[in-house]
């Protein structure tokens, strides 16, 4: 992937990140668009991911982990053949 494509990625991924305020009751704030596109309502999942975190819509959550677990295997081969693991 070339610089350009590289920034262009970025752009894409990290556009819409907003630094954002914890509440005096220690609650992290999330703008109503970022709760909108992510359609969070009143169950979500936190998950760590090495230096950050995801918040997901529970039922998306649960769709997702189902989809990687049946692809466990593929995902390892692949990871080992470019030396992750």
């Known amino acids: 992937m070339g610089q350009a494509d590289s920034r262009a990625f970025n752009r894409f ?3 819409g990140a907003v630094e ?3 509440d005096t009751n220690g609650r992290i704030l999330i703008p109503d668009f970022l709760k909108d596109f992510a359609q969070l309502d009143s169950r979500v999942i936190v998950a760590g991911m ?3 975190i ?3 819509n529970e039922k998306e959550w649960k769709k997702y982990t189902s989809t990687v677990e049946g692809k466990a295997d ?3 081969e692949k990871l080992g ?3 992750m693991i």
């Open 50 to 52: 090495h230096n950050r």
């Open 74 to 76: 593929q995902l390892a």
């Open 13 to 15: 991924l990290l556009g």
């Open 81 to 83: 053949d470019i030396g």
């Open 54 to 56: 995801e918040i997901w």
């Open 20 to 22: 954002t305020e914890i």
